[in-house]
């Protein structure tokens, strides 16, 4: 099974913040790589897939990009809406495995 | 508007079993393939099972392999994950998505509780 590394766990940030959140996977995924938001008590919304294609309706502040085994989410100008619990996930194998997830809280 | 509704999520002793449902609108479900991920409290997503458009390919995680068996049924656009021989690890919200990759719409979950 493919392992995924997520960073930080944790991180703080301020409204109009840049932050990124980091991805590394056991072995090369090719660019086989999802992004999710999820709000307490909501479900997963997917962001990016293919590493950096951004899903309909979802704002351009949000970037992702990468390759081989190492993959990031970089969100430029943070709003209060962002503050939720990200994770990444990859599909280059089955079975599809998750990053523990990063919790982006409000500094 | 693309919409998947679980239902079937209880209070089950250890070793006991339970079915899931999962009913889909909105697009065209004989066309895609369907995956279960399940999220134990405050923990992170786990991948649990899918299973291809006709139903006639599926594929498990090793812990529910042998336990759980995921089925459809495209005349009534739903999906089922049978779960036996349940144990406390398996105690999660269990989310149907659609897709077998990129798991681009989620329904809102059914809380599946393991406790004696």
């Known amino acids: 099974d493919i392992q995924m590394t997520q960073s930080p766990p944790s991180l703080s940030a301020s409204v109009g913040d840049r932050v990124t959140i980091t991805c590394r996977a056991s072995?090369?995924?090719?660019?086989?790589l999802t992004w999710f938001q999820q709000k307490p008590g909501k479900v997963p919304k997917l962001l990016i897939f293919a590493s950096s294609k951004l899903e309909a309706g979802v704002p351009s502040r949000f970037r992702g990009s990468g390759s081989g085994t190492y993959y990031t989410l970089t969100i430029t100008g943070l709003q209060p809406e962002d503050f939720a619990t990200y994770y990444c996930?990859?599909?280059?194998?089955?079975?599809?495995?998750f990053g523990q997830g990063t919790r982006l809280e409000i500094k | 508007e693309v919409q998947l509704v679980e239902s079937g999520g209880d209070l089950v002793q250890p070793g006991g079993s339970l079915r899931l449902s999962c009913e889909a609108s909105?697009?065209?479900?004989?066309?895609?393939?369907m995956t279960w991920v399940r999220q134990a409290p405050g923990k992170g997503l786990e991948w649990v099972a899918n299973i291809r458009e006709d139903g006639h390919e599926t594929s498990y995680l090793d812990s529910v392999e042998g336990r759980f068996t995921a089925s459809r049924d495209n005349d009534k656009n739903s999906l089922y994950l049978y779960m036996t021989r349940l144990t406390v690890e398996d105690t999660a919200v269990y989310y149907c998505t659609r897709g077998d990759r990129i798991l681009d719409h989620w329904g809102q979950g059914s809380l599946v509780a393991v406790s004696s």
């Open positions: 996930q990859q599909y280059s194998s089955i079975p599809i495995t």
């Open positions: 072995e090369a995924i090719r660019n086989s």
């Open positions: 909105g697009f065209p479900f004989n066309t895609y393939w």
